[in-house]
């Protein structure tokens, strides 16, 4: 049998937390992208795409669903799986879906089953430092996600900026706080202007990874569909149509993930 070229054992050193917190105090930029299986996962770790997320996103671009709230946890374990077989160096992390966090036990016994599916973080949207600090206390790391919160699309009404008014600026100031305090590694600011982003970037000492947040935030992530136009919804503003420049699907991640690091994306036609 052939043996997995993706398996341990293959040399190459995973990234850890302390890395990427070490990338964030030398000023280089994080990459982030989307995936779901194995391919793709490959792909981006061979570019060098430096954390790779197992998104709820999958509810829209895999499963077609309208918004993010229809996956499951099993959903999520079984991608996550996919993905985790074959990155080697990328930072793994997964969402924790819809309705899987509403009390920190709940929390815990989910995230547990994602680090074993292969994550090295779960990530949770909202101000939830009561399940972060829990789950931080077993030794589960976190990603918090605040401004725009996919998962609470009914209660928001529409996929909106975040964070224009004062008083809403300020909340999203105080949460990232809260949550850094709470024990969160690393936070994604997904849709609010970017002179926010770059304050709440300055302000924290984890790493910030920007969806729609400007260039000034640590590291940037897209939804890997979106960026390689291969949506079946609507790109957004904040992304961007990376295969337009590219003669294959390798090319255009690369491109982007140049562009990160040289602070080229995103331009001002996508941050607000
Ligand atoms: O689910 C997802 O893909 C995400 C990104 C938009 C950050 O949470």
Do not use: W
């Amino acid at each position: 049998m052939k043996k997995n070229q993706y398996a341990s054992g293959s040399g190459i050193k995973r990234l850890s937390i302390n890395q990427l917190a070490a990338m964030k105090q030398r000023g280089e930029k994080i990459s982030s992208l989307t995936a779901y299986d194995a391919s793709f996962s490959a792909l981006l770790d061979k570019v060098g795409i430096d954390i790779i997320l197992v998104g709820d996103s999958l509810g829209m671009v895999i499963q077609g669903h309208e918004t993010t709230l229809p996956v499951t946890i099993n959903d999520m374990i079984y991608h996550t799986r996919c993905v985790a077989a074959a990155r080697r160096r990328a930072f793994l992390v997964a969402d924790l879906p819809f309705m899987t966090y509403y009390t920190p036990l709940v929390a815990a016994e989910q995230a547990a089953r994602l680090l074993q599916a292969g994550a090295q973080m779960v990530k949770l949207e909202g101000p939830r430092n009561e399940c972060i600090s829990f789950l931080v206390d077993q030794g589960i790391p976190v990603c918090g996600h605040l401004g725009l919160l996919p998962q609470s699309i009914h209660q928001v009404g529409s996929y909106k900026v975040q964070g224009k008014e004062q008083t809403d600026a300020a909340k999203i100031i105080d949460d990232a706080y809260q949550l850094e305090q709470a024990g969160a590694g690393l936070l994604v600011l997904e849709c609010i202007p970017a002179g926010l982003a770059r304050e709440i970037s300055m302000q924290l000492s984890i790493p910030v990874i920007g969806i729609g947040a400007g260039v000034e935030c640590d590291g940037q992530v897209l939804v890997l569909y979106d960026m390689l136009n291969i949506g079946i919804i609507k790109r957004p503003r904040f992304s961007k149509n990376f295969m337009v420049e590219a003669a294959d699907i390798e090319q255009a991640i690369n491109a982007y993930h140049q562009a990160v690091k040289q602070l080229q994306f995103p331009a001002a036609e996508h941050s607000f």
